[in-house]
């Protein structure tokens, strides 16, 4: 009796142990029907317990590894060797939502009174995969930053003396062709020290000025800022913030740099008559500042390039800016800058950052 007893103590804490572990544990019999869907399971897929279990696989399986997840376990079941089962593949599974995401799944088999189950525990590798590429993209910029320090103190310089005589120039000529051939020379001087100006902010590592914002009144400014020439353009510009003040910290006149350019960009890509809107909404422990316009949004295709140096869709444009405001927010721990967009529809940029509980900012937030 006792042994019976401590069988059953321990079938229950492996059976804790399982619901709350933080894999996705999906069991089936031979017949593809799902026994077991754990809580992680339900983060991961979206699909509530009921919603699978005693159900097909097919239920949260794509098409494609649906079919060659039969493939392996009919395989199994007629010759009894291993072939997916009992190794990690790195698949693209599916969410409830569609959302496509990457995911790592293992597959076990066992026996149970003669009934064959088979287990797979799933990884959600979309945090890993980012942040490997965060790591990655990072050590691209460093291997450059040597390289980029030495070119734009060696470019700098003769251009300075090229603006700088250009201007004298400009002053004593009467001739307005020769006037006009140095105005040019003079805007391309000043356009290439903006270039490298923010080849400087990409490349080079930045030590940030990190004190207490309040964020909605820091919003608030680059509206007041934005505000006059988006009505020049009969552009209408919304400032919505949260209800609650809600205090960050970071570098602000970086930040503050972030939002202009992301509050520029959407005027930009906003036709007369359109919207563009500023705002902030807690969520949790996070505050997402986002900067959406009403625009013809991006492409397909131009979505994995739109954070790269140098890709801009715009005429005329460096193809820095968003690149430099990505660095920017991701030098502040635990802060990303992301993006969504719609053909037709218009783009939001969202700005992720945690925020700083105080006296004052956690009115109604979580103890």
Known sequence: MRDRDDERRRIAVLEKAVENTNEAFVTIDSHHQVIFFNKAAEKIFGFKREEVVGRDLNVIMAPSCNRNHRDAVARYLKTGVLHRIGHDTEIMATRKNGEIFPANISFSVSEFEGVIYFTGIVRDLTETKALHERIARSERLAALGQAVAEITHEIKNPLMMIGGFA????REMINDKAISKLTIIMKEVTRLENLLNELRDLYLPKTLDKKEIDINALLGEVYELVRGDCE???LHVMFSPDSEKIVVTGDREKLKQVLLNLAKNAGEATMPGGK???STSRKGRKVEIAVADEGSGIDD?????IFD???TTKKGGTGLGLSVSKCIVEDHPESTLTFESQKEKGTIFKITMPVTETNEGNKG???
């Open 309 to 311: 140096p140098f890709f």
């Open 276 to 278: 563009i809107s500023l």
């Open 167 to 170: 201007r004298q120039l400009s």
């Open 301 to 305: 295709e131009q979505k994995e390039k």
């Open 232 to 234: 020049s353009k009969n």
């Open 365 to 367: 937030g979580l103890p």
